[in-house]
Structures are given as C-alpha cells and as structure tokens.
C-alpha cells in the first residue's frame, strides 16, 4: 500500500487569448476526495482519512467565502472494496449548485476508507463536471497516495488541455521519494506537507489564481528599448515539451500598448519573433495569477528595392537574395523588386538576381527609417540562330570578359539583361573548327530591346 499523503490542487481555466481582461466572473472549485483503503493508515496520530477531512474542511471554508463561488465534490475509491478495487471507481457525488456547501461537508464527513487510487481518470473525468466553460474552473485533489491503476497526472492534465481545459497542480507531500517528485514535475509544483506555512502560501496562490488570471505581454522593443514594434508574428515554445504552443500576431490596443495574452502558466516558455532575422527571448517562467512582461529587442526598419521605372517590365519577376554583412553566406530573405520589407537593424548585403547579378555590399537599415535601393531596369535580348549550336553571353568589366548565360540549341532565344557592354559568341555543331566561331558585341539599355543574329 501506499505511505505517502499529499494533495494535488488544481487550476484550470478555458482559455481566452488577445482581448481585454474580462470582468470578474463565477469561480467554480470541484474537490476531488480521495476515500482508498490506504487512508486508514496512521499519520502523526491520527489516521490519514481523519487529517484529510480536516484539511478539506479549512479548504472548504476558506475558498467559499467569496459569494461568486460554487463547490461540486467528487470522490473515488469509495464504493467498490480493496480488493480488487475498481479503476472506474470515481463519481460527481455532488454537483455545482447555490447553497451546497453543507452537503458536500455531509458526505465527506461519512466517507470511509474503501478502495484504490485511480487519479488519471478522476482528472479525465473532472473535465465533465464543468458545464460552464466561462467559468474560473478549480480542481483540488486531497489523496494520499499516487496512481494506483496505471494511469498517468501528465497525461490527464494534456487530455484536459486538449479541451480547452488547463490545470496546474500543486503537490503537497510527506515522505515523498525525489523519484516520486520527479513524477510530478509535469503537472505541478511540490510543498512539503509538514511545513506549518504550506496551507497558508497554497491558498494564497489559489486565491490570487482565482482572482487574477495568468497573463503576458510581449513587448518588442526597438533602439530606445521602447514596445513600439509590432505586426509580427511570434511563437510560444514550450521549452520542456520541445514543441510549440501558441502562435500569435503581435498587436499594439487603442492605448499603443503590447495586447495582453492569457497564458497556461504551467510550462517554462520561449517566445519567437518572426521578425528577419528572426529573434527570441530568454526562457521565461509565468507567476500564477499575475502579469509578466517578456521583452524582445527587435528594431527594425525597411528595406525597399526598387526597378527604376520604364515602359516595360523586363525585370519584373527578379528576386535579391539578402544576407547579413557578418561573413556568414546563408541566405536570410529572398525579396522581389518593387517591395518593401523590415529588417532587423544593421548593415546586410544584397546579391538581386538579374543578369549579370548585381552585387551590393554594406546596405544600412536602421530604426524606424526606409532605405531604397534602385536597380536599372533591364533592356532585352533576343538571339536568333540559324542551327543548332552552342555559344555565351559575356559581359564586358573593367577590360575584361564575365560570363552571364549559355546559349542553347533552340533558334529563339530572349533574355532580360542589365544595362551594359556585352559579347555574345556562338558556334554551329555543323562546323566542326574553333575559327568558325562567331562573335556578336551589342549593348543593352534599360527598357530597350535588341535583336542580335548568326549565319554560317
């Protein structure tokens, strides 16, 4: 048998994410009594049904005190005999209901020691009891022993998230093993039963929970360390999970400020700015019942590129790859001509894709300000070949030749190219000497198009 006592005590609440804290709305305690055989055993002179009964009942009075209040009362282990026990042996023995209070006092008063422990599945079920999901939802759980029936807290509490419901246990233990804490730091945080303060600091955090929801807001900061960044997206991580739980857009309210976020304030978070490059805050640990603030420096301005303007849009589709000025290659964007984009402040480099590329180094953004990049707008090309055969565009820099582009096989060939000096070179496969190759100088103006020719 067992020959622990502790009691989980649970929060949980549906949910509500970016909209204004809402008024102060009906609180809802479900106490969940644990009547398994093993609270026959003896604690400290007294057997452990007894202290538990006196525990619930100071519980009891203190969180009904406030008149938006309603109390239900579930119990299991209490109607099938250790053993066998039964598994399933958890039932709403009092329902929510005005003026209630003495009748769950009645029947926990006659509860006696009868089955097992099935802790899972009185969570699970739990979920059932709440019929209001606007409510503030609390679960306490007075037992004194862990899953007797192969179930698993951790996995309640995610069914239990999965509907919307979330609930952080607090542990309240004596004797416990730390392989047994170790069990529950997925639920909940653990309080030593025999500390004489423990029921005063837990019903102070269930109070304060039950009269402040968690809450969080996410400040991105710019230069001057103010929250005047928005309109980005952003990702709570669940560090111990390695998963995400939240996405949201961040938003500034009618008042210019960060919008708040009701928060599960159970895991350990890391939140993400999909801001590029993208940044991250340090690990943050909500309090219970209060407001965190989680700063993020992201200041940002923009980057435009544009294709200056003519008659065409030879260049239209050409992307730039835009990288970092710190000697790291990776591509951090790819961005299209005519369009705007903010960047992180500081100095990056741009490779635009034209033809030939167009390479420009130590590009400034800084706070709050535009810069623009303007690239000439292509002229085009178009080749025509009598045969099959192969062959270059090359550009003329400084003296010397760069390649651009082949030529291929087919007799019509357009390309869109910078404005410059170029050669083109080209030989049929029917000539099988290098002198029949032939050469082409030409030179491209933006918005111009110009047709160049070979014959054998």
């Known amino acids: 048998m067992k020959n622990i006592f502790f009691i989980f005590i649970a929060l949980t609440w549906q949910l509500a994410a970016q909209r204004p804290a809402p008024p102060k709305k009906t609180t809802r305690v479900l106490f969940i009594f644990d009547a398994s055989k093993s609270m026959v055993t003896k604690f400290e002179g007294k057997t452990r049904m007894e202290g538990a009964k006196e525990l619930f009942y100071k519980l009891l009075d203190t969180l ?67 019929k209001d999901p606007n409510s503030i ?174 008659p065409f849009s030879f260049n239209e589709k050409v992307k730039c790859i835009v990288r970092l000025a710190d000697g790291n290659k990776s591509t951090l964007h790819v961005q299209r001509l005519n369009t705007g984009e903010r960047y992180i402040t500081g100095t990056y480099e741009l490779e635009v894709l034209t033809l030939p590329r167009t390479y420009i180094n130590a590009v400034d953004v800084q706070q709050s300000q535009v810069r623009t990049i303007e690239i000439a707008s292509a002229g085009q090309l178009t080749v025509r070949v009598p045969s099959q055969g192969d062959g270059c565009i090359l550009v003329k820099r400084d003296n010397r030749l760069e390649w651009v582009a082949n030529l291929t096989a087919q007799s019509i060939q357009t390309f869109y190219l910078q404005p410059g000096k170029y050669v083109a070179v080209w030989r049929s496969r029917n000539l099988k000497g290098s002198i029949y190759t032939i050469e082409r100088p030409f030179e491209i103006v933006s918005d111009q198009p110009i047709t160049i020719g070979f014959t054998q």
């Open 64 to 130: 009904t005190r406030d008149k938006n209040t309603l109390v239900a009362l579930r119990m299991y282990g209490h109607t099938v005999s250790y053993p066998p026990g039964d598994c399933k042996d958890s039932k709403l023995v009092v329902p929510f209901a005005a003026g209630n209070k003495e009748l769950i006092r009645q029947k926990v008063r006659e509860a006696k020691p009868t089955g097992i422990t099935p802790i899972e599945h009185s969570l699970t079920e739990a979920a059932n009891d709440f």
């Open 137 to 310: 939802n609390i679960v306490i759980i007075i037992t004194d022993g862990i899953e007797e029936c192969g179930g698993d807290p951790c996995a309640a509490r995610q069914k239990l998230m999965e509907k919307g419901i979330v609930f952080r246990p607090f542990v309240i233990g004596i004797g416990l093993s730390p392989a047994n804490i170790k069990t529950f730091e997925c639920v909940g945080d653990f309080f030593q039963f025999e500390d004489s303060e423990t029921f005063g600091k837990v019903t102070q955090i269930i109070q304060q929970q039950r009269m402040n929801r968690t809450t969080a807001q996410v400040n991105l900061l710019d230069e001057r360390g103010y929250p005047s960044e928005t309109n980005v997206a952003m990702s709570f991580d669940d560090v111990s999970r390695k998963a995400y739980k939240y996405n949201y857009v961040h938003t500034l309210n009618e008042q210019g400020n960060p919008d708040t976020l009701f928060l599960d304030d159970f895991p350990t978070y890391r939140v993400t700015a999909y801001t590029i490059p993208q940044k991250q805050s340090d690990l943050i640990k909500l309090v219970p019942g209060r407001h965190t603030i989680i700063p993020i420096n992201t200041p940002q301005g923009s980057l435009r590129i544009n294709r200056r303007e003519g």
